[in-house]
């Protein structure tokens, strides 16, 4: 495997010559909360204002969130890990995702920028809908996948700034950390190694602690 070039700067490199096309690739963690929730709730409040049952609520919106689940990790490994022969498609590959894996520290590229959350969430929504066409169910099934993203995003952000005190946060973290500093073809579960262990990509257990 060749050796992994990473930078511990807080910074990464220029991507744009474009101020406002690198201002786009660049977003506080924050944004996506405020973005999001409030979309969480509209749907939360649609699917009430249609009279869902409080069971059907929670059952659409927890499979929502394993339906995220899954959809991180084949995301991360096959989309975002996928790399192009051309030169063009290497440029592409380095601004969705390696740039993230040279400059894993730069605190503005941690979470999707909503330049490109956005397209993709409505892209996701109006695929949900071919396959959940009663709104009722499909509104929190959309809040709970929703959430899972959040969550994504929100712990990506903190494996990458913060120590965690919880046991299960420090696997959490040390499985993403391994992937970064360890093997990048492993690991692609970043909230939850769940699918990893299914697939048979994760780590062997005895690996270094990356605090």
Not at 20 to 26: F, V
């Amino acid at each position: 495997m060749k050796k992994l070039y990473i930078s511990n700067s807080s910074e990464s490199v220029r991507m744009f010559k474009s101020n406002w096309m690198e201002g786009l690739s660049k977003v506080h963690f924050s944004i996506p909360l405020f973005i999001y929730v409030p979309l969480i709730a509209v749907m939360t409040w649609l699917a009430f204002d249609r009279h869902i049952s409080t069971a059907s609520y929670f059952l659409m919106l927890a499979a929502g969130v394993v339906v995220w689940t899954i959809t991180e990790y084949i995301l991360h490994r096959f989309v975002f890990h996928f790399e192009p022969s051309s030169e063009w498609g290497k440029r592409i590959h380095f601004i969705f995702h390696g740039v993230h894996h040279d400059y894993p520290k730069d605190a503005k590229r941690l979470v999707m920028p909503p330049s490109a959350s956005i397209p993709i969430a409505i892209a996701f929504y109006f695929l949900f809908s071919l396959v959940i066409p009663n709104k009722t169910l499909l509104y929190p099934f959309f809040a709970g996948f929703i959430i899972g993203y959040l969550v994504y995003d929100m712990l990506h952000y903190a494996m990458h700034h913060y120590n965690f005190k919880s046991p299960l946060m420090k696997r959490i973290k040390q499985h993403h950390m391994l992937h970064h500093y360890d093997d990048p073809t492993k690991g692609y579960g970043v909230s939850s190694s769940l699918w990893d262990v299914i697939f048979q990509s994760g780590f062997p257990k005895k690996k270094k602690q990356y605090d």
